[in-house]
């Protein structure tokens, strides 16, 4: 990974474990596409027929990629599988995908569009983070395990807001008061100035709203208990957060690179404690 003059592969011809076909390496028996070396500098790839999984990884900082076909016979993509090709316009994910890993396109800068097939019944946080002209993720009408709603990727039951594409151009927002759950890096990336968050959300993800850099304030409802580490980090704008009574945990650097932030809550409360751990200004609200 990431060994960016590497042009190919090769497996010795008696390995039994293993083996390379023009340079790339997959497991013997061709079920598992385990690395594409990023400096093979291929612009258009057909995983061939065969292949049931894409391994974590595989095709991470092929830069030049701008089109894959997955073949029908996938049925999981793993983990930053394809992070980093910031060539990367187009995908078509096939029918017989089950699993998308943890940011499985995270940083494909050039994707325009993706839609979730029927099959995949498992999707990993921030699938589609930092894929900065990615305007709507689209779901299968047929999927019983997700849904789009406005192009906002969403679990099936309205209850975990999965990912907001970063391309999408909207500056305000009202998550649905079905979500109960931000989850992990669901708003990264955004060009949101602004979000509110409904009564019924309880938890805000790893993430969630890091390097939001025009984001200038967040009001957090008295129904939330948790904010994950790292939820707010390098919000550059954000000047104000106010923090209820109902938060018992604060994750570690929840508010780091908000240089210019004040955090607003009870005296005595995690809030505080938290803003006084992290050297960030506090002031008293209630």
């Not at 409904?198 to 938890?203: A, N, R």
Request: glycine share 8%.
């Amino acid at each position: 990974t990431g060994c960016d003059k590497l042009t190919e592969i090769q497996v010795s011809a008696g390995n039994t474990h293993f083996k390379s076909v023009d340079g790339i390496l997959f497991s013997a028996d061709g079920k598992t596409l385990i690395q594409v070396p990023c400096g093979k500098s291929l612009t258009e790839y057909t995983i061939p027929d065969g292949v049931t999984s894409i391994r974590e990884d595989a095709f991470w900082s092929c830069e030049s990629l701008t089109s894959v076909t997955i073949s029908n016979s996938v049925t999981s993509i793993g983990n930053e599988a394809f992070a980093n090709c910031k060539s990367l316009t187009s995908v078509t994910i096939p029918n017989n995908v089950t699993s998308i890993g943890d940011g499985a396109f995270i940083g494909c800068r050039s994707l325009t569009s993706v839609t979730i097939p029927n099959s995949v019944t498992s999707i990993g946080y921030g699938p589609f983070t930092g894929c900065d002209k990615l305007t709507e993720i689209l779901v299968s009408a047929g999927n019983t395990h997700f849904k789009s709603v406005d192009g906002i990727l969403f679990t099936a039951d309205g209850k975990t807001l999965i990912q907001f594409p970063a391309g999408k151009s909207l500056t305000k927002y009202t998550i649905p008061e079905s979500v109960t759950s931000i989850g992990d890096d669901a708003f990264s990336h955004t060009s949101l100035t602004s979000v509110t968050i409904p009564d019924s959300v309880t938890s805000i993800g790893i993430s969630a709203f890091s390097s939001c850099e025009s984001l200038m304030s967040v009001t957090i409802p008295n129904s939330v208990t948790s904010i994950e580490s790292s939820a707010f980090s390098s919000c550059k704008s954000l000047t104000s957060v106010t923090i209820p009574n109902s938060v018992t945990s604060i994750g570690g650097w929840a508010f780091s690179g908000c240089a210019n932030v004040t955090i607003y809550g009870s005296a005595g409360s995690e809030a505080e404690r938290y803003a006084k751990e992290d050297g960030i200004k506090f002031q008293v609200k209630w």
